[in-house]
């Protein structure tokens, strides 16, 4: 299968070329270094050209209010590649509950680049997931001094991203589901309970203070940054994977 991923060199995108040429598939990453550029479009013409699947797994480099811009041009020109070249199935990672916090504009902006896919011209795929391990170390230095991380009691569900790059892959080469597949951790904590399991692991000796207005998942009502009952869930734990970090 010929396969075009787009953010191909990013966190997620490196390992899902990896994980599809290992099992015998052409995957050719793309990416402004590489000459491609979604959001301008520069070097799309003709870039998904023979493919089977296209698969976007580009970012927006902010999660403010500039996001929905990024994610409709980059879908836009994804989109009318793919049409004009014949690609078959388009997919693209999307979050779990992302359309349950309007508040956030970035949840807002992926909302809407699940609904440019799904009313797109190419059968389609769109992965859920929740928050990446790699993600959360991040998320405590949003809200954090010298002496105190303030973090929410925010039920999250997070996995490992070489578990969400295989999930990912698998979608790759299956048909279109022309619908959303959910993908989750095997363990639910609360945020504050992750920022003292890293703190912990780290010997910092800074005091996790539950805040519940503190950060951008302070806006998740209840549990819907949890996997859903459909859900996927994968089998390495969050110690697991601290463990390997160093």
């Known amino acids: 299968?010929?396969?075009a991923v787009l953010g191909g060199t990013g966190l997620i995108g490196s390992q899902v070329v990896k994980i599809l040429t290992a099992a015998g598939?052409?995957?050719?990453?793309?990416?402004?270094?590489?000459?491609?550029?979604?959001?301008t479009g520069e070097g799309l013409d003709g870039a998904l050209k023979g493919a089977d699947v296209v698969v976007n797994l580009t970012?927006?480099?902010?999660?403010?209010?500039?996001?929905?811009?990024?994610?409709?041009?980059?879908?836009?020109?994804m989109l009318a590649a793919?049409?004009?070249?014949?690609?078959g199935h388009a997919v693209i990672l999307s979050i779990v509950g992302v359309d349950q916090v309007p508040e956030l504009a970035y949840y807002r902006a992926?909302?809407?680049?699940?609904?440019?896919?799904?009313?797109?011209?190419v059968p389609y795929s769109i992965v859920r997931a929740t928050q990446f391990f790699e993600f959360i170390p991040s998320v405590l230095t949003w809200t954090a001094d010298d002496k105190t991380v303030r973090l929410p009691a925010t039920p999250v569900q997070p996995m490992a991203s070489a578990d969400i790059s295989q999930a990912v892959a698998d979608v790759i080469v299956g048909k279109p589901l022309n619908g959303i597949r959910n993908l989750g951790g095997p363990e639910v904590f609360t945020l504050d309970e992750l920022g003292r399991i890293i703190l912990q692991a780290r010997g910092d000796k800074r005091e996790?203070?539950?805040d519940n207005t503190a950060g951008m998942f302070a806006a998740a009502p209840g549990?819907?940054?949890?996997?859903?009952?459909?859900?996927?869930?994968?089998?390495t734990t969050f110690r697991e994977w601290?463990?390997?970090q160093k």
């Open 223 to 235: 549990d819907v940054l949890t996997a859903p009952a459909d859900a996927i869930l994968s089998t």
């Open 242 to 244: 601290l463990a390997t």
């Open 208 to 210: 996790v203070v539950i």
């Open 25 to 39: 598939h052409e995957a050719t990453p793309l990416a402004p270094s590489s000459g491609v550029d979604l959001l």
């Open 59 to 77: 970012n927006s480099p902010t999660f403010d209010d500039a996001s929905p811009a990024f994610f409709q041009t980059t879908m836009d020109n």
């Open 82 to 87: 793919a049409k004009r070249d014949g690609v």
């Open 1 to 3: 299968m010929n396969i």
């Open 110 to 121: 992926k909302v809407l680049q699940e609904k440019l896919l799904e009313t797109g011209p």
